[in-house]
Each structure stands twice: as C-alpha cells, then as structure tokens.
T-cell receptor, first 111, second 111 residues
Framework: KAGVTQTPRYLIKTRGQQVTLSCSPISGHRSVSWYQQTPGQGLQFLFEYFSETQRNKGNFPGRFSGRQFSNSRSEMNVSTLELGDSALYLC??????????FGPGTRLTVL | TQLLEQSPQFLSIQEGENLTVYCNSSSVFSSLQWYRQEPGEGPVLLVTVVTGGEVKKLKRLTFQFGDARKDSSLHITAAQPGDTGLYLCAGAGSNTGKLIFGQGTTLQVKP
C-alpha cells in the first residue's frame, strides 16, 4: 500500500499571499488530520476531517482552513500568510481507531 | 487542556550507552504512540501502546505504558549512531484524530 503523500514538498510564498496544500491518505483511510510543526512550538494539531466533515479543530486562527473530498483526499488553505506561518505542515491518515500514519510534509517558507 | 511533558529534550551519548526518554501527563490517554522523525521528513511510527502496564519491545527499544495510562517511557539499549533522530511521544483520545505531542527528544549517538 502506498503511504500518505503530500504535495508540494516545498513552497515559498510572500506575506499576504495564500497557499493550498494537498494530502492523499493511505487507501481506505477516511480520517485525515493536519499538524503544524515549528522549532518553537513543536507539533500542533490543526484539524481533522472524516467523511468530508471537520471532526476536530485545534487552536489556530480562521486563516487556516481545510476540506476533504469524497475520495478522502484533503486540502488545507492558509490565507493572508504571515512570517510565523513558516513551518513544516504534516498530514496524517488513519482508519477507525487505529494509529495515525504521517506523510513527508510540506515545508512552507513565508518571506 | 491536555499536555504531554517529554524529557529530556536533548541527549548526546556515546555508542553503546543506554538511555531512557520519559513522557508524562496528568491526563489519561486511550493510547500513546512513539514516533521517530528525521530532519525534513514526517514522523515514522515506532509503536502504539494501548493497555495500562503494557510493555512492547522493538529490537533494542523497549516501550512501556504506565498503569494509569498517563505516562510512558522509551528505553534504548546499547544505542547506535543509526538511532540518532527526534523521538516524539503522542497521546490519543478515544476515536479522535487529534494527537497531543510531547516537545520531542533530540538524540545524538556518537560513534
């Protein structure tokens, strides 16, 4: 089985722009979660999608949003980018109550 | 708010030494996962512990889940340079895609 894939792997944007990141879960996994990883804050939960519905949400501003499609693929969007949004964005998928499996991440740099 | 305190944050040891990483919380988790992460990549699952008091072994790595399911430890015997990396513990609630991560332990094993 193919693992979780994320595109793009690297992205450079400037302040004020918006960005969309994509995640394809492991086949058969219906839950997709997104995390932000920074050196100062570590790994922080952004949100989880299950069957095209947001099931959980972390403590991030409304500039961070996401969605899930009927094939379980998910996207996250960050609008009005700030310097502090520079981070490794990770997505993870799981099936039922099973363990989460992570993708390689998208490294976002905001200049 | 659920928190996981992971210690130590940094560890630099010689090849052949033993080490233990601790993960503590005041909250109960339905399961706890240990991941290892290489720079620029996503976390890779090492083990999931579910039952209080559970001990799992993965070659030279021993994982333990506390009886009350609030804490966990990772013990590495005879560390090797290939063990170098960032070790992360993560607690999960029941049937949720939200993981609470510890701050991580950066391990460096010198030859």
């Amino acid at each position: 089985k193919a693992g979780v894939t994320q595109t793009p792997r690297y992205l450079i944007k400037t302040r004020g722009q918006q960005v969309t990141l994509s995640c394809s879960p492991i086949s058969g996994h219906r839950s997709v979660s997104w995390y932000q990883q920074t050196p100062g804050q570590g790994l922080q939960f952004l949100f989880e999608y299950f069957s095209e519905t947001q099931r959980n949400k972390g403590n991030f501003p409304g500039r961070f949003s996401g969605r899930q499609f009927s094939n379980s693929r998910s996207e996250m969007n960050v609008s009005t980018l700030e310097l502090g949004d520079s981070a490794l964005y990770l997505c993870a998928s799981k099936q039922g109550a099973d363990t989460q499996y992570f993708g390689p991440g998208t490294r976002l740099t905001v200049l | 708010t659920q928190l996981l305190e992971q210690s130590p944050q940094f560890l630099s040891i010689q090849e052949g030494e033993n080490l233990t990483v601790y993960c503590n919380s005041s909250s109960v988790f339905s399961s706890l996962q240990w991941y290892r992460q290489e720079p620029g990549e996503g976390p890779v699952l090492l083990v999931t512990v579910v039952t209080g008091g559970e001990v799992k072994k993965l070659k030279r790595l021993t994982f333990q889940f506390g009886d009350a399911r609030k804490d966990s430890s990772l013990h590495i015997t005879a560390a090797q340079p290939g063990d170098t990396g960032l070790y992360l513990c993560a607690g999960a609630g029941s049937n949720t895609g939200k993981l609470i991560f510890g701050q991580g332990t950066t391990l460096q094993v010198k030859p």
